[in-house]
């Protein structure tokens, strides 16, 4: 299954190249141009022709590009579960559950988040590349999202770039408040270069978080974050550092009974879709280990 994008050319287009409308408005990177133009029968076309990229263009012309991918080499479609929260023509989100690796790496070979991805598109007939936009650790829960094509990704991740796209996170963090919201500005830099322990020390790179206290407990809180950058480990260092670690982070905190891993959750995206522009916003609620120790 291939996405095929049409544009309608107006009065004002006229006289323009025909690449010079695919870049304007498909944003299209040169991997899926060079795919359609010479890969894809009828990749490019005018009014239903295939086309030359120097065509000029009159008012009432219909370009059409056709963006055609391929199934992963490197992954194995393997059977698992998915929780899928969103899904398009040109992106999918899923609600990934804490200890599911993203990728395949060293002892994760077929029982990663992308294995039992590519199984899901290969049932559906569509071939797909495993493109991950942002990222989550193995023990991070919530949204995390996977672009159907080259093109897609990068306008996404330029949305992340440019602080169009907004993630939100639910932890819950040690110790009583004194104030209910507030911003940590560290940089944060590994503790040794063997180790994965990052610290915040003056020669580390740049890393803002923002935090809101949406309920305070006896001894922990339920608090909201949004991050300026996306360091390693940036919310799990950045509370510890104010003194208040998350639960159950075996690395910048201490072990609680009934959680398992640190208390973290991707629990909200707020991004434009690619190519429409629609406005959207996907939620993961919060998971049920973290429910079960609020309650």
Known sequence: MSRTLSYTVGAEDAG?????????????VAHDAARAKYRTEGGISVNGETSLMNRVLKEGDIVRVILADEMPDKILPAEGPLDILYEDEDLICLNKPAGLVVHPSHGHFADTLANYLANYFLKKGEPHEIRTVGRLDKDTSGVICFAKSRTAAAIMAGQTGEGAAQKT??????????????????????EYEEKIRRVVREDGAHAVTHYRVVTQYAGYALVRLRLETGRTHQIRVHMAHIGHPLLGDPIYGSARPGLARAALHAASISMKQPFTRQALTITAPLPEDMAVYIK
């Open 169 to 190: 996170y639910l932890a819950l963090a040690e110790g009583t408040f004194d104030e209910n919201a507030g911003e940590v500005d560290a940089p944060i830099s590994r």
């Open 16 to 28: 323009l190249a025909v690449r010079d409308v695919v870049r304007r408005e498909f944003h299209l």
